[in-house]
């Protein structure tokens, strides 16, 4: 079964700072790989996927992620944090084509200092 | 296109009693998942409904059930409700299986149990 451990459930950056929120999954197939954030009182939006092909994915709001087997992980990076990337992040992965379900990390606080 | 909504968007329910949620998908959405968002835990997730059919189901006990309907709406119930079931419920649509789609998710319903 796969699984997802996301390293840090609070990480500060100050403003224009790099943004790194690591992801490391456990899966016995070749994975689907997802970013979602949550702003506080709404549901989850989908930031970026990764499903097969070019290993580095570009998403919304200049977020982007690097798909490494070799190291089984998923980092979600934004070259310069904004004030409004305050929110909580969540990895999550599938099986694919596999008809599985997908699992969800404990998720990332992001805060942002001025 | 109007997003996913759930209702109701608060509930306060005492022990033991039960409670049913309802969330309307995205139109032409055919899957519904039903997650379980606590502090700590992130989302946890119940179960997945595709085509009126429960497609996966998480490790939750009995008293969580749900259904779909033939227009894709998907209410989940919770039986003999107990303190440890005060959470978000979000519910999410997708156009197909949800391991390898976007899921829309709603803004979820607030259940506190005293």
């Known amino acids: 079964a796969q699984s997802v451990t996301q390293l840090g459930s609070h990480v500060s950056v100050s403003e224009g700072a790099l943004v790194l929120l690591r992801c490391n999954y456990s899966?016995?197939?070749?994975?689907?790989l997802f970013w979602y954030v949550q702003y506080p009182n709404q549901g989850l939006q989908l930031l970026l996927k990764y499903t097969t092909g070019a290993t580095l994915v570009k998403g919304i709001n200049g977020f982007e992620a690097e798909f490494k087997k070799s190291e089984t992980s998923f980092h979600l990076t934004k070259p310069s944090a904004h004030m409004s990337d305050a929110a909580e992040y969540f990895c999550?992965?599938?099986?694919?084509?596999?008809?599985?379900?997908?699992?969800f990390g404990k998720g990332t606080r992001l805060h942002i200092l001025p | 296109k109007a997003g996913v909504t759930q209702t109701p968007r608060y509930l306060i329910k005492t022990r033991g009693q039960q409670v049913t949620l309802s969330c309307s998908p995205i139109?032409?959405?055919?899957?519904v998942s039903w997650y379980q968002q606590t502090p700590g835990q992130g989302l946890q997730f119940l179960f997945e409904?595709?085509?009126?059919?429960?497609?996966n189901k998480g490790n939750f006990p009995g008293r969580f059930s749900g259904r779909q309907f033939s227009n894709s709406r998907s209410e989940m119930n919770v039986s003999t409700l107990e303190l440890g079931d005060s959470a978000l419920y979000l519910c999410a649509s997708s156009l197909d299986r949800a391991g390898n789609n976007e899921q829309f998710f709603g803004p979820g319903t607030r259940l506190t149990v005293l």
């Open positions: 899966s016995s197939v070749p994975p689907y």
């Open positions: 139109s032409g959405h055919r899957s």
């Open positions: 409904y595709f085509s009126e059919t429960q497609r």
């Open positions: 999550a992965v599938s099986e694919g084509n596999r008809d599985d379900k997908i699992i």
